[in-house]
């Protein structure tokens, strides 16, 4: 097939392991890629993002908890939003506004399976409105069987690693918020989940991002039993 690769942009670094992130790039109309990898507790390892562009797109999804990119983790199913707009807005109301708002405009996520395990998901964005075709349907899955084992492999790597590196625009292992969850969660004596959906409601309440909550929660700056009902 032809290839469809997007100019570079001038501030694209990839994060993480390049390798996973820009046969995506190379092969498939898209010009955002990113790949993270999600414990049974819903917690998320960003391994890599093309630039702080993808970082940014993975990192709304989880501090709203809604997107594609959940969609296809719920699902187990490829989602394809090949324009972000007003077929979109009831789904994913405030993704989609904050998404166009940093210039994507179509976003694809491909769940990653090991076994019948959903375990993370790829995340594919472009700054046009695109349809991708049977062809790169079948690319973008072939491509996300192909980077899945790596992913989690990396994943389990870096959470034992405590000198792994980690970007600024997209962390390899939001170890922060890990920690953070599991403080919340002995404050309030509730489940990890429950925790996490705390910390995440408190960032978007405060407008500030989930790694910025979390590192004042790990620095005890942030007490979530002094916090209000």
């Given amino acids: 097939m032809t290839e469809h690769r997007e100019p570079e942009d001038e501030n694209a670094s990839a994060v993480g392991s390049q390798a996973l992130c820009l046969p995506f790039r190379e092969q498939l109309p898209i010009r955002w890629a ?3 990898v999600f414990d049974q507790a819903g917690r998320q390892s960003t391994i ?11 990192e709304i999804q989880l501090e709203l ?8 983790l719920r699902t187990g199913r490829p989602v394809l ?4 707009g007003d ?38 964005a472009s700054p046009k409105v695109v349809p991708l075709g049977m062809s790169d349907l079948a690319t973008a899955i072939r491509l996300t069987r192909q980077v899945t084992w790596r992913a989690v492999d990396r994943a389990l790597r870096s959470a034992t690693d405590e000198h792994s590196s980690e970007g600024a625009s997209a962390p390899a292992m939001r170890r922060e918020v890990h920690q953070a969850t599991g403080m919340i969660l002995a404050q309030l004596d509730i489940s990890a989940t429950e925790a996490f959906a705390r910390l995440r409601a408190h960032a978007f309440a405060t407008s500030r991002s989930v790694q910025e909550v979390a590192r004042a929660v790990v620095r005890r700056e942030l007490d979530f039993r002094d916090l209000p009902e």
């Fill in 34 to 36: 990113s790949v993270s």
């Fill in 81 to 84: 939003a090949h324009a972000l």
């Fill in 65 to 72: 908890g809604e997107g594609p990119q959940w969609e296809a």
């Fill in 87 to 124: 077929d979109t807005v009831d789904q994913w109301p405030t993704f989609t506004a904050a998404a166009q708002e940093i210039g994507a405009n179509a976003f694809f996520a491909f769940p990653m399976f090991l076994g019948a395990i959903t375990v993370g998901v790829v995340g594919l």
């Fill in 48 to 58: 890599c993002a093309s630039d702080h562009v993808a970082a940014r797109l993975d």
